[in-house]
Every structure is written in structure tokens, then in C-alpha cells.
């Protein structure tokens, strides 16, 4: 089955600067690459996603880029905010095939 | 997206006793999905709710532990059986559209087994 690693774990950056948080999966056949934020006590929030037939996806602050030679997927949030501290989780899923296999999760303090 | 209530949000157990954990979605939708999200971890996908069939179990899961129920397109119920302090964590139902991957999540269950 699918498998896919996140890094780092934790990430602490000056507020302002930007945080990048990488994903990497183990099968080939996987298509649908969503991420989510989760704040303490809160239920995951879908912030961003991208297939496969896409390299790159912007929304504001946040992008994702892909590359499936490497079979790697990166959420790049730029100028972050005090609100950005969370934990993120990256995910992977298959055509026709709706499960999602998460990452560990990365968990980001923006330092005021 | 689909507005997801989840219940109970809270509850403290006793070993060796059952709860049941509804989820009601105000829109019909394909497919519901039940995970296990135990402190500090990521989240881990117990099962998957089929409507009018039984559920697809993950492998570690079994429906005697955890059976699940899905009489409509809106409605599943996860109960977590006999109970243990292993099962203290938090359980989250998700939802997707036909045709799409996208998950929208439940606001969970923490449950506190003694």
C-alpha cells in the first residue's frame, strides 16, 4: 500500500519568513496530493491540494509543487503569520480509490 | 463543503463497555470514513463506511472492535467495543462526493477510556 514520509516534524520560523514542509510517496499510481491543517483541539482543515497533472498551485500565502519523477510534494508558506502555528499533515491517494494515507505531521511555530 | 456534526465531542468510558459514535453530514455523499487519531499522532484510517454493504476494515481493524454502521447517505455510527485505556483517543469521521478524493472531517470524539 501507499506509504508517505513528511519532514521535518517540527519546524519553528520568525514570523515573516517562509516554512516548507516536504512529502515524499511510495506509489506511483498516486494522483490526489491534499494538505491539511490541524490547530489544537480543532478537526483537519483541507488548506490546499493538487493533482497530479498539475506541477504547482497557488492560493495566497500558500503553494504546493509536485514533482512525480521524484515522488515528492512540497506546501510552501510564504510572509507566515503567529496564525500559521499548527500541525500539518500531508496525504496521499490513487485514482479511484478515495482513502487517504497521511504523513506524520510537521508541527509549525511561527516565533512573533 | 458539507457541514459534518459529530457526536458525542466528549466522553469518559469505563473498561469493558461500548460507545457509539454518530455522524450526520446535512448533504448525501458517496463515501464516509472513520479514523483514529491517538495523542500527537497522525491520523489513521480505521474504515471505510459503504451504504447498504458493510464496511471496508484497514488492515488492524476488525468489525468486532469497531463496528460500523451506514443506513443512508448521510448517516454512519462507529462504535468502539470492550473498551480499553489503548482506545483513549480522538475519532474523527470524514466525508467525500462521488468521484472526489477531497475529505471534509468531523470535529472529532475524544474519548477517555479508565
Known amino acids: 500500500g501507499e506509504n508517505v514520509e513528511q519532514h521535518p516534524s517540527t519546524l519553528s520560523v520568525q514570523e515573516g519568513d517562509s516554512a516548507v514542509i516536504k512529502c515524499t510517496y511510495s506509489d506511483s499510481a498516486s494522483n490526489y496530493f491534499p494538505w491539511y491543517k490541524q490547530e489544537l483541539g480543532k478537526r483537519p482543515q483541507l488548506i490546499i491540494d493538487?493533482?497530479?497533472?498539475?506541477g504547482e498551485k497557488k492560493d495566497q500565502r500558500i503553494a504546493v509543487t509536485l514533482n512525480k519523477t521524484a515522488k515528492h510534494f512540497s506546501l510552501h508558506i510564504t510572509e507566515t503569520q503567529p496564525e500559521d502555528s499548527a500541525v500539518y499533515f500531508c496525504?496521499?491517494?490513487?485514482?479511484?480509490?478515495?482513502?487517504?494515507?497521511f504523513g506524520t505531521g510537521t508541527r509549525l511555530t511561527i516565533i512573533p | 463543503s458539507a457541514v459534518i456534526s459529530q457526536k458525542p465531542s466528549r466522553d469518559i468510558c469505563q473498561r469493558g463497555t461500548s460507545l457509539t459514535i454518530q455522524c450526520q453530514v446535512d448533504s448525501q455523499v458517496t463515501m464516509m470514513f472513520w479514523y483514529r487519531q491517538q495523542p500527537g499522532q497522525s491520523l489513521t484510517l480505521i474504515a471505510t463506511?459503504?451504504?447498504?454493504?458493510?464496511?471496508?476494515?484497514e488492515s488492524g481493524f476488525v468489525i468486532d472492535k469497531f463496528p460500523i454502521s451506514r443506513p443512508n447517505l448521510t448517516f454512519s455510527t462507529l462504535t468502539v467495543s470492550n473498551m480499553s485505556p489503548e482506545d483513549s483517543s480522538i475519532y474523527l469521521c470524514?466525508?467525500?462526493?462521488?468521484?472526489?478524493?477531497?475529505?471534509?472531517f468531523g470535529a472529532g470524539t475524544r474519548l477517555s477510556v479508565l
Open positions: 496525504a496521499a491517494s490513487t485514482a479511484g480509490n478515495e482513502k487517504l494515507t
Open positions: 470524514s466525508v467525500s462526493a462521488a468521484g472526489s478524493n477531497i475529505q471534509y
Open positions: 463506511a459503504n451504504q447498504g454493504s458493510e464496511a471496508t476494515y
Open positions: 493538487i493533482r497530479s497533472n498539475v
